[in-house]
């Protein structure tokens, strides 16, 4: 088996955007490709041009593009990767990729993947705890989904508890890589 992997690492809005560069910097210093994909609301955030300098590699975030930036298409994304690997996923995320939805190019990745799809999310300990949450965190463990934590710890908001994302380092070798 290759030992240096194609890794799509998707990016939605949470306050743990920022560890999503450290866990990016830290898989291509493993040797590992590294193309990004980050939500609309992501690229608010935190700037895809910081992911593309990273990893010295595309960083994408939307799906229709007026200037064209997206040329690849979706589908030859989907092909390039050996692992789709959504860290930090949030709630919204998790809900939409729960029912199938296809709204951004994160999410339509998602769905026309061949690749196995890791998801570690990161959330307010409310959030992790509301019960649409947990059956649509259940509902992509039953899909095959593998989900990575979240730990407990300290949260954006100051609180601590559960929701916070696993460390960079975690999810690697959660990765196995
Ligand atoms: C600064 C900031 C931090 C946020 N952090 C989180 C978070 O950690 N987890 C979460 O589920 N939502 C968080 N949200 C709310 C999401 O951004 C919001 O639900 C958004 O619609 C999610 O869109 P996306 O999943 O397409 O990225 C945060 C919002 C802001 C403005």
Known sequence: MKKSKNILLGVSSSAACGKALTLASALVKKGHAVKTVLTPSAARLISP???SALT???AFSEQFSADGVFREGHIALSE???IYLIAPATANTIGKLAAGICDNLLLTLAV????PLFIAPAMESMMWKNRNVRENVSRLKKG???IIGPVSGRLASGSSGPGRMSEPEDIIKKLAL
């Open 49 to 51: 041009q910081l992911f």
């Open 56 to 58: 010295k590699n595309d």
């Open 80 to 82: 390039w990767a050996d």
């Open 112 to 115: 026309s993947r061949r690749a």
């Open 144 to 146: 095959g989904i593998k």
